[in-house]
T-cell receptor, first 115, second 113 residues
Framework: GESVGLHLPTLSVQEGDNSIINCAYS??????FIWYKQESGKGPQFIID?????DKRQGQRVTVLLNKTVKHLSLQIAATQPGDSAVYFCAESSKSNFGNEKLTFGTGTRLTIIP | EPEVTQTPSHQVTQMGQEVILRCVPISNHLYFYWYRQILGQKVEFLVSFYNNEISEKSEIFDDQFSVERPDGSNFTLKIRSTKLEDSAMYFC???????????FGPGTRLLVL
């Protein structure tokens, strides 16, 4: 069935270090993957996405890696800052009759940056 | 930068009452969504909406739920007769086109007593 799960519920990283947040998915038909950041009391904020025809995509300080063979997604944050402290969700979708619509979210990883 | 807005930020209601949650999607977006997040749980898809019609809905979105675009800017979620288990954060999202990035609003925290 469709499920998106995260390996670690919490992660603490020293400020300035790099962090890696992992995510496993089970739907082999998934072709669009997104990382969202959620700060306390706020809605999910888009960070970066990747489609299944790619295995790596880079943004500003963030990199998403997709391994379709093992159905694994990761988010790398370089040179972490205190403002990176949040819960990070991976989400996936697969094409329905109307295109990619429904996002299936993982449970989230709480990232804490230690000053 | 344009963003999705939602009102109210918090809503407390009695079980059995009707609530309407409001959203203003990003102005050039054509696809609209509602999700909910029960405290401590995953964000769950409820419904997607395009061209004044529901295009996809989850099993959570039963007959007690309805969505509407009453004018050119608002997108609403109505819960006809609230239950205790409807207590959750409700997020509205929008995207330019289907399959494009969904941008989320700040959410409405609904508490059913």
């Amino acid at each position: 069935g469709e499920s998106v799960g995260l390996h670690l519920p919490t992660l603490s990283v020293q400020e300035g270090d790099n962090s890696i947040i992992n995510c496993a998915y089970s739907n082999s038909a998934s072709d669009y993957f997104i990382w969202y950041k959620q700060e306390s009391g706020k809605g999910p904020q888009f960070i970066i996405d990747i489609r299944s025809n790619m295995d790596k995509r880079q943004g500003q300080r963030v990199t998403v890696l997709l391994n379709k063979t093992v159905k694994h997604l990761s988010l790398q944050i370089a040179a972490t800052q205190p403002g990176d402290s949040a819960v990070y969700f991976c989400a996936e979708s697969s094409k329905s009759n109307f295109g990619n619509e429904k996002l299936t979210f993982g449970t989230g990883t709480r990232l804490t940056i230690i000053p | 930068e344009p963003e999705v807005t939602q009102t109210p930020s918090h809503q407390v209601t009695q079980m059995g009452q009707e609530v309407i949650l409001r959203c203003v999607p990003i102005s050039n977006h054509l696809y609209f969504y509602w999700y909910r997040q029960i405290l401590g749980q995953k964000v769950e898809f409820l419904v997607s909406f395009y061209n004044n019609e529901i295009s996809e809905k989850s099993e959570i979105f039963d007959d007690q739920f309805s969505v509407e675009r009453p004018d050119g800017s608002n997108f609403t979620l109505k819960i006809r007769s609230t239950k205790l288990e409807d207590s959750a954060m409700y997020f509205c999202a929008s995207s330019v086109l289907v399959g494009e990035t969904q941008y989320f609003g700040p959410g409405t925290r609904l508490l059913v007593l």
